[in-house]
């Protein structure tokens, strides 16, 4: 078996069905635009052109919104988040501390349910399930600690971070901070707006995270608008 711009490995053969591996190796610029031919090794003799199978090689290429076609709504609800946490470079959400230490945070917002779509704008499906997403945060690449799910979504933290202070991660404070009956430090009036890189499996999305605004309002309430 072969294909240009695919890596195509045999896998095994068992009463005359060859299973093979098929891996893309160039994105496809258009759907079917690459081709899988079978080769009899012995006779020299190819099956003709035009029974070759055609391949689309499928990667991460937006994320899904109004100006991606097909059009989808932005998620802006999603699951309220009002509780202290204690986080680093390992949590969700994430900040820029070791993972040794964590910065115990009061955390106001929202977990929002992000679809990402292929290059042609159709949905991923579980191609790329656990595929690592990242973002330029504190001016590097990060990852968000939130894998794609199977059906092409992650989740996306999006809110206030109130901070207590930094502290080693087995500090007594953490203990106390993450206690139910501990306080939230207060939330302030604020407006922001997010543009974010974000890439799935290294690949960069385009479009990204663009115009997103979150404001708060004292004393738990973050809405978020997302054109």
Request: no cysteine; aromatic share 6%; charged share 15%.
């Amino acid at each position: 078996m072969s294909g240009p711009g695919l890596d195509v490995s045999t896998v095994s053969t068992d009463s005359g069905v060859i299973t093979v591996n098929v891996v893309g190796k160039t994105k496809s610029r258009n759907p079917g635009d690459f081709s899988l031919y079978a080769h009899h090794n012995t006779t020299g003799v190819n099956f003709p052109s035009n029974q070759g199978f055609p391949v689309t090689v499928v990667v991460p290429g937006a994320i899904a919104g109004p100006d991606v076609k097909p059009i989808y709504q932005h998620d802006t609800t999603g699951t309220p988040i009002m509780q202290n946490m204690a986080l680093n470079r390992t949590t969700s959400p994430v900040v820029n501390v070791d993972r040794d230490h964590v910065e115990l945070d009061s955390v106001y917002g929202r977990r929002l349910t992000i679809t990402v779509v292929d290059q042609f704008g159709d949905p991923l499906g579980d191609l790329y399930k656990d595929a690592e997403v990242e973002e330029i945060l504190f001016g590097i690449v990060v990852s968000i600690n939130s894998p794609l799910s199977n059906s092409g979504t992650y989740t996306d933290p999006v809110g206030y971070l109130i901070t207590s202070r930094v502290v080693a991660k087995n500090d007594p404070a953490v203990g106390t901070w993450l206690d139910p009956t501990t306080a939230l430090l207060p939330l302030t009036q604020d407006s922001l707006t997010d543009n974010i890189d974000v890439s799935v499996d290294q690949f960069p999305l385009s479009p990204s995270i663009v115009g997103r605004r979150k404001s708060a309002t004292p004393p738990s309430s973050v809405t978020i608008v997302w054109p």
